[in-house]
């Protein structure tokens, strides 16, 4: 059983930075994909950032360079450094696991987190 432990979210003022963290625990050989996703209520879940095994990053176009994603892969652990938030940025952000090695023979696929709030007052 794989599971993912998100940490770091709080309240925080427009402007400031945040760094959110994400520990994958378990049987665990490798993780290919770790990243950041958010949602706010009625709206879907949406792409923060993702960081291939081999340091590959994508972002979600909203980003526009405020956001740095990063893993330690021995650790098993994702970061994302957020700077020059905004209100639009308050939502609930989880971490995601994807392709998975659990074993030589088996990979699970889209491990999610339970989620951190993080708050923008403006």
């Known amino acids: 059983q794989v599971q993912l432990v998100e940490s770091g979210g709080r309240l925080v003022e427009a402007g400031d930075s945040l760094t959110l963290s994400c520990a994958a625990s378990?049987?665990?050989?490798?993780?290919?994909?770790m990243g950041w996703y958010r949602q706010v209520p009625g709206k879907e879940r949406e792409l923060v950032a993702e960081?291939?095994?081999?340091?590959?990053?994508h972002y979600g176009d909203f980003v526009k360079g405020r956001f740095t994603v990063s893993r330690e892969n021995h650790r098993y652990a994702t970061y994302l450094q957020m700077n020059q938030l905004k209100s639009e940025d308050t939502a609930v952000y989880f971490c995601?696991?994807?392709?998975?090695?659990?074993?030589?023979?088996?990979?699970?696929?889209?491990?999610w987190g339970q989620g951190t709030q993080v708050t923008v007052s403006s």
């Open positions: 995601k696991a994807d392709r998975v090695r659990v074993a030589w023979d088996q990979i699970r696929s889209n491990i």
């Open positions: 378990g049987t665990l050989y490798s993780i290919d994909v």
């Open positions: 960081m291939t095994i081999d340091g590959n990053t």
